[in-house]
């Protein structure tokens, strides 16, 4: 079966086009993994347990906050920078605190300066692995355990970072079914009909 040379390059472009149309839907997941995969980007690690090697020469890690435009919460950290000793475990808090009148669900993005810093952070515990919901007037504290790799020392770029930036950006997300459903739900103990 032989096709007309118009169809043939008809049925080319649409493939082209579909083509295309699929690696830009994947190309967000796929970099999001490359970045945790390579710490590119500044994008952290993620541990279980402290690290195991504490070295003497030390750290200034900074910390950072902002917000989504049209956020309504606050967000700021509790203290600007601390020193440690590279492999050292650390703790810092953020506190956020919703002023508005409704409930607000909030998802924290971070990234770590210098870039090739960022594949030797690594968080233990941090807020930011879960949703957060305030509700009218709450004010939270919330805190991030961190290290920073002694593997480190040996990188031929990254070994000369005398300090890291640790930035987090929250956003509005819907808040969770469970937080809507309760919000719904009524308050006099009436079943509805």
């Known amino acids: 079966m032989t096709t007309d040379p118009k169809t043939r390059t008809l049925l080319q472009l649409v493939g082209v086009v579909v ?13 999001t993994w490359f970045c945790r995969v390579t ?4 994008t952290t690690n993620v541990a279980t347990a402290a690290s195991d090697t504490v070295l003497e020469q030390t750290i200034k890690i900074r910390f950072d906050a902002s917000k989504d435009r049209g956020f309504g919460w606050e967000f700021k950290p509790l203290q600007t920078e601390m020193t440690l000793k590279i492999g050292e475990e650390g703790l810092a808090f953020y506190e956020a605190y919703n002023p508005t009148d409704r409930p607000i669900a909030g998802q924290a993005t971070y990234n770590v300066a210098p870039y090739d810093a960022g594949a030797y952070f690594s968080k233990i515990e941090c807020f930011c ?23 480190i020392v040996n990188d031929r770029d990254a070994k000369f970072a005398k300090h890291i930036t640790l930035s987090y950006t929250f956003y509005e997300i819907d ?5 809507q459903a ?12």
């Open 19 to 31: 083509f295309m149309g699929a690696m830009a839907w994947a190309s967000v997941p796929f970099y």
């Open 39 to 42: 710490g590119y980007g500044g």
């Open 129 to 151: 692995f879960t949703e957060q919901v305030l509700m009218p007037g709450e004010r939270v504290q919330m805190p991030v355990t961190f290290y920073v790799d002694p593997e």
């Open 175 to 179: 808040l969770p079914t469970e937080v």
């Open 182 to 193: 309760a919000l719904d739900a009524p308050t006099d103990g009436s079943a509805v009909n």
